[in-house]
């Protein structure tokens, strides 16, 4: 059954990403790991942004926050974040012209941001607790004392549903399995409310089991706050799960970009249909073998002139998609596609 | 898929303890009972799926097999192509020697596995030089030829496995395991590290090279997605015990282990549609080495009734090939797949 979804209204817009663009400047030559990305997030609502490793993903969302490794930078474009007052009032910041370490972002990163790791293991401290890690936010955000800060940190720690919340407070994060270290992670990356959660591929070190709890514990929280949630991910079941909107991107690019059903039901990109077609599924009326996409993304220092996805696409037209790297064409209701098989679509 | 003619190698009451040490003394606190009491058979020419959660058991399962390490107790009876049965768990590394290259394994990791001193024509070519002599020209051509095989260029063999993409080292990794006409291959984990378009390339090459050289795969995986596409059969595991075993089609579409049912409940399904009812389990995964009494699942399981907490449930046949280690089996309807 078809989920009844509304479309976004522009009243709830978050974030939006105007032409992106990030470089690492390295020896061998310089890697561009984001060329002109652009999408929207909204409040109350999850976009998912899904592709294979070294698509530019997890580096569209650290430069939100400004949080990409040196030498990596952004180049150009804009990362407009709309701050929702409780008065009503909007106030746009363009984080892409914030200094990573200057007040302006200090006092956004982690307050009106959220952020949660891949890594649970590797993203929080071993030798600080539980507890010191979270107060640690809140009393830098919130500015309370030591003993509210605790008592609102043993409070979240509940809402992630973590056991016995006063005892776990006060232990270390190896003392925690991998489930319940993300769990902290997320009550950290919550605990100030923020308007916005990015959470890149949070399940990915968690079994399938203890990913269904985080993915209906996100549901749940999303609900309650009303945050808008920005995830990556490279599995497309969790997309399924979790998105309202997607993007899918691939050498830095955004391929397509549209309503999750539309996504999966009338994918427009050559490379979107590959990737649903290479997924193994666990229905057992379809045929065995399984289709996968010729080659391999290319190197990044070597990347194909023309349409990126060119020399592993099955759809070339000869003489131009060697040639021109297509804009974005709309797909009507938001959607768009960087394929020149639709530009007659979006020109009628 | 290859058809089945008779049995490879038969696990018999498999355990596999890791002591616990602490202190000065290094004392015997306990022990870790990563593999506990554990019985099935691989057939030659089938694939056969173990999963299970972190933990459960099934990486030291395979290890076992490969006698990486020495079982606790159990016997590996492997059944040669000629001559007498062996059970592996008895011998010792000099009468593993022959059996070594019979039993072969992929690893997970294609980074960690390659060793990045040697070039490929060294890391395909080591074991063919120190067990079959082979030297110079001939053993360039084997290199080549297995190459070949695998979809790599065979001039790439002088290479080291920097220039190489995971995909491509993934595909040395098992060009190396099959260097010797392995007839069973442990494959641990061996796509779990690749990305979508490149996983789905690797699993059609581990079913052509089955298919071409009669290999028998034992596949260690916790993607249920994986094991449902490449698997005849289906073992899972729960806390070192074997829970529930049968072929890859009965198991996904009728479950009778509530462990079974859930697990297939976690896994998302890629359609937006049909946005699952998932059967979330409350906490973790128990502490192997403080299992719950009698059935280790019942703290976790919605169908859990008395009995379940005092007696540790067989494993049992209830259908024709379909066996599973719960009391209630007969009592209570699962949901598959489909459901």
Redesign the interface.
């Known amino acids: 059954?078809?989920?009844e979804r509304q479309p976004p209204s522009s009243e709830d817009l978050l974030l939006e990403i105007r032409d992106l663009h990030v470089h690492f400047p390295l020896d061998e030559g310089t890697v561009k790991a984001v060329a002109g990305v652009d999408f929207d997030v909204y409040r109350n609502r999850t976009l998912c942004v899904v592709g294979?490793?070294g698509c530019g993903k997890s580096v569209s969302a650290q430069s939100i926050l400004q949080l990409v490794d040196r030498p990596g930078h952004i180049v150009q474009g804009q990362i407009r974040f709309h701050r929702h007052d409780a008065d009503g009032s909007v106030t746009v910041t363009d984080l892409a012209s914030l200094r990573s370490s200057g007040r302006a972002m200090r006092a956004i990163r982690g307050r009106h941001i959220g952020m949660v790791f891949q890594e649970p293991n590797t993203s929080l401290s071993p030798i600080h607790t539980v507890g010191n890690q979270i107060s640690e936010v809140i009393r830098l955000h919130l500015g309370v004392d030591e003993d509210t800060a605790r008592r609102q940190g043993i409070e979240m720690l509940e809402r992630v549903g973590i056991?016995r919340p006063a005892q776990n407070y006060d232990a270390y994060t190896f003392e925690l399995?991998?489930?319940?270290r993300q769990r902290v992670m997320i009550a950290m990356a919550l605990v100030c409310s923020p308007a916005l959660l990015i959470a890149d591929e949070p399940t990915t070190a968690l079994?399938?089991?203890?990913?269904?709890?985080i993915?209906?514990l996100l549901q749940e929280l999303q609900a309650d706050f009303g945050m808008g949630v920005m995830l990556i991910t490279?599995?497309?079941?969790?997309?399924?799960?979790m998105?309202d909107d997607v993007v899918v991107m691939y050498l830095g690019q955004v391929a397509e970009y549209g309503d999750?059903?539309r996504i999966?039901?009338a994918p427009a990109h050559p490379y979107t249909k590959?990737?649903?077609r290479?997924?193994?599924?666990?229905?057992?009326d379809q045929d065995?073998?399984?289709?996968?996409?010729r080659g391999?993304?290319p190197d990044p220092f070597h990347r194909p002139a023309g349409c990126p996805f060119g020399p592993r696409c099955d759809e070339v037209i000869e003489g131009r998609c060697e040639a021109e790297n297509p804009p974005a064409f709309s797909l009507g209701e938001g959607g768009s596609v960087r394929c020149l098989h639709y530009e007659e679509v979006a020109l009628s | 898929m290859s058809s089945t003619n008779g049995t490879l190698l038969s696990v018999r009451n498999l355990s596999m303890f890791y002591p616990m040490r602490a202190g000065f003394l290094q004392g015997h606190r306990g022990e870790v009972r990563a593999v506990d009491d554990v019985s099935f058979d691989i057939q030659a020419g089938e694939t056969l799926g173990l999963v299970g959660e972190s933990g459960c058991g099934k990486t030291t399962t395979g290890r076992c097999i490969l006698r990486v390490v020495a079982p606790t107790a159990g016997e590996l009876w492997y059944h040669p192509r000629e001559g007498e049965s062996v059970d592996l768990a008895r011998l010792d590394t000099g009468g593993l020697l022959p059996w070594r290259q019979e039993i072969r394994m992929i690893f997970q990791d294609p980074f960690a596995s390659l060793n990045p001193r040697l070039p490929v024509l060294e890391i395909v070519g080591e074991c063919l030089k120190v067990n079959r002599g082979l030297r110079g020209s001939a053993l360039e051509e084997r290199v080549a030829e297995l190459l070949g095989m695998v979809g790599l260029r065979p001039e790439y063999m002088r290479r080291y496995p920097h220039a190489f993409s995971g995909g491509e080292r993934q595909r040395i990794g098992i060009a190396r395991a099959l260097a010797l006409n392995p007839r069973l291959v442990v494959a641990d984990e061996a796509v779990s590290a690749l990305d979508v378009s490149v996983r789905s390339q690797t699993l059609n090459l581990l079913q052509d090279l089955q298919n071409e050289m009669q290999l028998t795969y034992l596949f260690i995986s916790h993607d249920l997605s994986v094991i449902r596409y490449v698997c005849n059969r289906v073992a899972v595991m729960y806390v070192g015990k074997l829970v529930e075993l049968a072929d890859t089609r009965s198991l996904f579409l009728t479950p009778q282990h509530p462990y079974t049912e859930a697990l297939l409940s976690s896994v998302p399904k890629p359609d937006p549609r049909v946005r699952s009812q998932r059967i979330v389990l409350e906490g973790d995964v128990p502490d192997p080495s403080q299992p719950p009494s009698g059935c280790h699942f019942h703290p976790r399981c919605r169908y859990a009734v008395d009995r379940c907490a005092e007696e540790t449930p067989p494993l049992r046949e209830t259908a024709d090939g379909h066996h599973v280690a719960c009391h209630l089996a007969d009592e209570i309807e699962l949901v598959g797949i489909h459901g």
């Open positions: 059954m078809p989920v294979e490793s056991a399995s991998g489930g319940m079994d399938v089991t203890t990913q269904a709890q993915m209906s490279h599995d497309l079941g969790v997309v399924a799960e998105a999750v059903d999966f039901h590959a990737l649903l290479s997924i193994p599924n666990l229905d057992f065995i073998r399984l289709d996968s996409i391999m993304v």
